[in-house]
C-alpha cells in the first residue's frame, strides 16, 4: 500500500448495505469477469478502433496486468491514468482492478503541474499516459517531471505515437503471457479508484471509491434509469471525470452493458455517434448538448431511434434546455446532481414533470428525490460540527451519506476534518432545501457568492434566469473584482446560432421582467463564441473571470447598478 486510505463511514453501516444487496459485495473485476463468462462475444467497447468483445478486452486486461505485475505493481498501490477514452483506458481500469491496484485517472487535458500535484500526493508508483492527444505529448510531459515524483517507478506510454525514451510501452505490456497471472480478490470495501474533483480548490481534491461504493451506489443509479435491457451508453464526457467514473465500474463491469465512446468531443461525432450506434443512454454536460441541439436545428443529421434517457451533468440545466431536448431526442432528459465528493440526486425519467417551473418558494434547480439505495440526503444546519438537521422547507447546506459515499479524501486530513461529519456524513458545500414530500432542490453554493458592496448576489440564480432568454445559448456569471463595490457580476454568454448577441440593457430588461432584483443584475457582458471548459467538460469559472479581467470594461458596460 502506499498513500493510507482510511473508510470514514462506520465499517458495520458498511456491511449492511452489503448484507441486505444493495452493494453486490465483489470486487469490480470480478463482477467483469462474470459477465465476460455468461456473454463473452458481447460488445464491450466500441471506440474509433472499432468493436470490442467482452472476451477480447479481457484478455487484453489480463495480459496487461500480467505486464504491470512485472513491473512490480501490487495490491493497494496507486497508478495514474492519464488516457483520452477509448479501449487502451477501459483496459487500464481493468487491468488495475485485476491487481488490486488502486486507479488515479485524471484526463488528458490536465496540465504538467497540475497532474505532477495528483501524482505526488497520492503517492502513485507508475502513470499511463498517451503517447500523444491533440497537440500535446502527456507521457514525454510526464517523463519530464519524474525526477519531481519520488514515489513514482515507471511512465506507461500508450497510442499510436513514438514511445519516449525512458518510457515502456503499454503495446509491449500488452503482449505479456497472462498464463501466470492470477487476479487479486481485493476487500469490496478497500479501494479501488480515486475521483478528481474539477479544481475548484487551489489543488484538485482526490477523492477515494471503494468497489462497492462504485459498482453499488454509482450502479445502483444508472439502475434507476434502466429500462431493462443492458445499458449502452454513449460518454460524452471524459471516463476519467467523476461522471465518467459511471464507465468502467458501472456499465461494464455491474451492468454488463457497453460502452461507446469518443476520444474528443465534437457535435457532429456525437450526433453520428447515436445515430450509427443507438445508444440507450447518452451521458454530457449541458454544453455539450446545446451544441448537438445547434446543430440538429441546421438539419442534414441522420434520423436515429429515440435514447432510452439523456444524462445531463457537472452543471445546472436549464428548463428552456431540456424542453427542446426532450422534442428533439425523442427521450426523457434526466438532470443529474451529483459530485466526486460523494453526493447523487436526480430527476426521474419521466417527462412532464408539473413542477419543473420553479420552486414554489424561490428561485432553485429541481434535484428530484433522493434514492437511499445511492446516497441519502439531508438538510443541515450550516457552520455546525455535528450534523443537525434543518427543518423541512428550509434553506441549508446539502449533507449525503450513502452506499456511495467515498471512503475518504487522499492525503488531506484538513478536508476530512472540512467536509466530513464525524460519522461519515459528506458535507457538499451546495445550499438546498428539502420539501415535506422529499423533493430536493439546489439554490447555491455556500461559498459561491459574489459579493457586491456587502451583498450576496447568487450567480446560479442569475444564471437560470439569464437561461431564459431566447437569445442565449450558454451563460455563466462570475464575479470581478472592482475597487469601490468589492465585486461586479459579469455575464459571460454564449448567443445561440443565427440570433442576435443580446445587449447589456436587453438582458437587465429580461431579468427585471423576470422579476430579479436590479441589484442582482449583470454589469458587464463578455460574448464568446463557446464557453471554456476544464478537462472534465465543466464552464472552466477561473478562465472566464480571467478572460473579463483582461477584456477590461467596454464603454456604457460597467455602471453600478440601481439599488432595489
Keep these: 500500500m502506499t498513500v493510507a486510505l482510511h473508510d470514514l463511514l462506520p465499517a458495520g453501516l458498511r456491511r449492511s448495505w452489503a448484507a441486505d444487496g444493495?452493494?453486490?459485495d465483489l470486487d469490480l473485476y470480478s463482477l467483469y469477469r462474470a459477465h465476460r463468462i455468461a456473454g463473452p462475444h458481447r460488445t464491450a467497447v466500441l471506440d474509433a478502433e472499432g468493436e470490442l468483445c467482452y472476451a477480447a478486452l479481457d484478455r487484453r486486461a489480463r495480459c496487461l496486468a500480467a505486464g504491470l505485475a512485472g513491473l512490480g505493481i501490487r495490491p493497494g498501490d496507486v497508478v495514474g491514468v492519464q488516457l483520452p477514452n477509448g479501449r487502451d483506458a477501459v483496459t487500464a481500469d481493468l487491468a488495475l482492478a485485476a491487481l488490486g491496484a488502486v486507479a488515479l485517472p485524471f484526463p488528458v487535458g490536465r496540465g504538467g503541474r497540475e497532474a505532477a500535484s495528483l501524482l505526488r500526493r497520492s503517492e502513485a508508483v507508475a502513470v499511463i499516459a498517451a503517447t500523444g492527444h491533440r497537440g500535446t505529448a502527456p507521457a514525454a510531459d510526464l517523463l519530464v517531471l519524474a525526477g519531481q515524483l519520488p514515489a513514482l517507478r515507471a511512465v506507461v506510454a500508450a497510442g499510436s505515437g513514438a514511445v519516449p525514451e525512458g518510457a515502456v510501452a503499454?503495446?509491449?505490456?500488452l503482449r505479456t503471457?497472462?498464463?501466470g497471472f492470477t487476479p487479486a480478490r481485493p476487500d469490496p470495501d478497500a479501494a479501488a479508484r480515486i475521483l478528481v474533483s474539477s479544481g475548484s480548490e487551489a489543488e484538485p481534491k482526490m477523492v477515494a471509491y471503494s468497489h462497492n461504493a462504485l459498482a453499488g451506489g454509482?450502479?445502483?443509479?444508472l439502475a434507476s434509469?434502466?429500462?431493462g435491457r443492458p445499458p449502452r451508453c454513449l460518454f460524452l464526457v471524459p471516463l476519467a471525470s467523476a461522471f465518467g467514473s459511471n464507465g468502467t465500474a458501472v456499465t461494464l463491469a455491474r451492468h454488463g452493458g457497453t460502452l461507446v465512446l469518443l476520444d474528443h468531443f465534437t457535435p457532429e461525432a456525437a450526433l453520428e455517434a447515436v445515430a450509427a450506434h443507438e445508444p440507450t443512454h447518452v451521458l454530457a454536460?449541458?454544453?455539450?448538448?446545446?451544441?448537438?441541439?445547434?446543430r440538429l436545428a441546421e438539419g442534414g443529421h441522420r434520423v436515429f431511434p429515440p435514447p432510452t434517457a439523456l444524462v445531463l451533468g457537472g452543471s445546472q440545466l436549464d428548463e428552456a434546455t431540456a424542453a427542446e431536448a426532450r422534442r428533439s431526442f425523442g427521450c426523457p432528459v434526466v438532470n443529474l446532481y451529483g459530485s466526486a465528493d460523494g453526493v447523487n440526486c436526480h430527476t426521474g425519467p419521466a417527462e412532464g414533470d408539473p413542477r419543473r417551473g420553479g420552486r414554489p418558494g424561490g428561485p432553485g434547480v429541481l434535484a428530484g428525490r433522493p434514492d437511499h439505495r445511492v446516497a441519502d440526503i439531508r438538510i443541515a444546519?450550516?457552520?455546525t460540527r455535528e450534523l443537525?438537521?434543518?427543518?423541512?422547507?428550509?434553506?441549508?447546506e446539502i449533507v449525503a451519506r450513502g452506499p456511495m459515499t467515498p471512503l475518504c479524501y487522499v492525503a488531506a486530513p484538513d478536508l476530512d476534518s472540512r467536509y466530513r461529519t464525524p460519522d461519515g456524513w459528506v458535507r457538499t458545500g451546495d445550499l438546498g432545501v428539502m420539501e415535506e414530500d422529499g423533493t430536493l432542490w439546489i439554490v447555491g453554493r455556500l461559498k459561491d457568492v459574489v459579493i457586491r458592496g456587502g451583498a450576496n448576489i447568487s450567480p446560479a440564480e442569475v444564471e437560470l434566469e439569464l437561461a431564459t432568454h431566447p437569445g442565449v445559448r450558454d451563460v455563466v456569471c462570475v464575479g470581478i473584482p472592482d475597487a469601490l463595490m468589492g465585486e461586479r457580476l459579469a455575464a459571460c454568454l454564449v448567443p445561440r446560432d443565427g440570433a442576435t448577441a443580446p445587449t447589456l440593457d436587453e438582458l437587465r430588461a429580461h431579468l427585471g421582467a423576470r422579476g430579479l432584483e436590479r441589484r442582482k443584475h449583470p454589469e458587464r457582458l463578455l460574448l464568446l463564441d463557446a464557453l471554456p471548459l476544464t478537462p472534465a467538460g465543466k464552464p472552466d469559472r477561473a478562465a472566464l473571470r480571467d478572460r473579463c479581467a483582461e477584456a477590461g470594461p467596454a464603454p456604457g458596460e460597467v455602471a453600478p447598478a440601481p439599488a432595489s
Design 22 to 24: 444493495t452493494c453486490p
Design 170 to 173: 503499454f503495446g509491449e505490456l
Design 177 to 179: 503471457d497472462p498464463k
Design 218 to 221: 454509482r450502479g445502483n443509479f
Design 225 to 227: 434509469l434502466m429500462d
Design 285 to 294: 454536460v449541458p454544453t455539450m448538448l446545446r451544441m448537438m441541439l445547434d
Design 381 to 383: 444546519v450550516p457552520g
Design 388 to 396: 443537525r438537521e434543518a427543518p423541512r422547507g428550509t434553506v441549508g
